[in-house]
């Protein structure tokens, strides 16, 4: 029914509001000629806290839509409403009993959580876009910005390292060390506590390397991946290495991803007053 004045609904939540604020105007898309009005109380944490809103809601004669997970909360609200004869639907109750009646289990009640999930998941979205447009030493001059940066030679195993420690969360650049050109200015300029430098025994990377060569179909005789040119390749890095001390050196040689990237996030986060 159309009115002049638009009918008010009251959203509820003990925490940011946006579950029954997003389920209510997906019901309202049926309802298109109607006038409404959305209120939304968020953080609403203590029975005493709906009172002046149910107060408010009866006034205007509202419908009180809520997702409120505490079950003293909830349980106000629905004694409020009740005594107020207020109309009103609780997004979340009938919900979790019938899942804590089949799981056999009862819900955390913890005010939240959801929002929680969707930051965690978006804030790995946005490390891994970081990372992917700041590897092998691309977009230099936005190094600042990164959690982590990884040096080291090629195939040192920087990119999929990188790539794994986004997937936890850490916008991740890398590096690349080639012997006799200087890393770039800017790396030098950052908070040195970023910084990670990677090593590995040169036998094994000449392997590594070769198998590169293979899969790309070019000389296995390439310098590349000469063990004297590798050796002389690392004996450089170490060389840049010994320059800035306060870079942690971690030997990636015949290690797995998870344990290399483990290890440097224990060492990063345990530094005095750094913090990601």
Do not use: C
């Amino acid at each position: 029914m159309s009115t002049s004045t638009p009918a008010q609904i009251f959203l509820l939540s003990d925490g940011t509001g946006e579950t029954v604020e997003n389920t209510v105007k997906a019901a309202l898309t049926q309802y298109m000629n109607e006038s409404v009005r959305l209120r939304k109380f968020k953080n609403l944490r203590s029975p005493e806290a709906v009172t002046p809103i149910l107060e408010e809601a009866k006034r205007l004669n509202a419908i009180v839509v809520y997702t409120i997970v505490t079950p003293e909360v909830r349980g106000a609200l629905s004694e409020g409403v009740r005594e107020r004869g207020l109309s009103a639907v609780d997004l979340l109750g009938p919900m979790l009993s019938v899942f804590s009646s089949h799981l056999k289990s009862m819900p955390a009640a913890i005010p939240g959580l959801l929002h929680e999930v969707n930051e965690d998941y978006f804030k790995r979205i946005e490390a891994i876009e970081f990372t992917v447009k700041h590897d092998d030493g691309a977009l230099a001059s936005d190094l600042e910005k990164a959690d982590i940066v990884l040096v080291g030679v090629s195939r040192t195993s920087k990119t999929p390292l990188s790539v794994f420690l986004a997937h936890k969360g850490f916008k991740v650049a890398n590096v690349p060390l080639v012997k006799g050109i200087e890393p770039p200015e800017a790396l030098y300029k950052i908070d040195q506590r970023k910084i990670v430098g990677l090593t590995i025994d040169p036998e094994a990377l000449a392997e590594i390397r070769k198998q590169r060569l293979t899969k790309l179909g070019k000389d296995l005789s390439d310098s590349y991946a000469n063990l004297a040119m590798i050796r002389s390749e690392m004996e450089w890095a170490l060389e840049v290495f010994s320059r800035h001390r306060r870079w942690p050196i971690f030997d990636v040689t015949n290690k797995a991803l998870e344990e290399t990237a483990t290890e440097i996030e224990k060492v990063l986060l345990q530094r005095k007053n750094f913090t990601f």
